[in-house]
């Protein structure tokens, strides 16, 4: 629905953006101190909160989500136009958003590697103040990557292959240069 009626082509008032931006944020912020102090104050009964976690928060989720959306929408124009390091993220971030997919899953595998047992081992091992580098790393490998492989192939490996599977036959993959 937010595709079809222009939001992420800039087609909204900017003064909308905003309002969404501003009210979701602060809907999805009391919705969650809402649901927190219901819990704090029932000692976060393990029979209630995985309807709570769910259930319960997902307006604040869609709320929060489509503030998150909006402000970016608002930043992306500028971020677009920048020579910048704004302008370079922006490239990279884009680049990433393409290859989705094959991020997400990349990423997977490459934590599961890291931390389950049939990799590393090291879940559990890391304080969680240390865990942000493996966070801050996977960024870097995706927006390293991402926009290499594009200026190359049409796609990611993924999404070409889920694209040629519904199209039912092999799609192009590389560029011509």
């Known amino acids: 629905a937010l595709l079809r009626t222009g939001f992420f082509s800039d087609a909204w008032p900017r003064r909308r953006l905003i309002w969404l931006g501003i009210g979701g944020l602060a809907l999805g912020t009391a919705w969650t101190l809402a649901l927190l102090g219901w819990a704090w104050l029932r000692h976060f009964p393990p029979q209630a909160m995985p309807q709570l976690l769910t259930y319960w928060a997902a307006p604040a989720h869609l709320a929060m989500a489509l503030a998150y959306a909006a402000l970016l929408v608002l930043a992306a124009p500028r971020w677009l136009a920048d020579e910048g390091f704004a302008g370079w993220l922006a490239g990279r971030l884009a680049a990433a958003g393409r290859m989705a997919f094959s991020n997400y899953l990349a990423t997977s595998l490459v934590v599961c590697a890291i931390f389950s047992g049939w990799g ?7 304080p969680r ?8 790393l996977g960024w870097l490998l995706m927006l390293g990557w991402s926009q290499p492989w594009l200026a190359r192939f049409h796609q990611g490996p993924l999404e070409w292959l889920w694209r040629s599977a519904t199209e039912g036959r092999w799609m192009p993959m590389l560029r011509r240069v």
């Open 120 to 126: 590393l081992g090291l879940v559990g091992t890391i």
């Open 129 to 136: 103040a240390g865990q942000i580098q493996y966070v801050l």
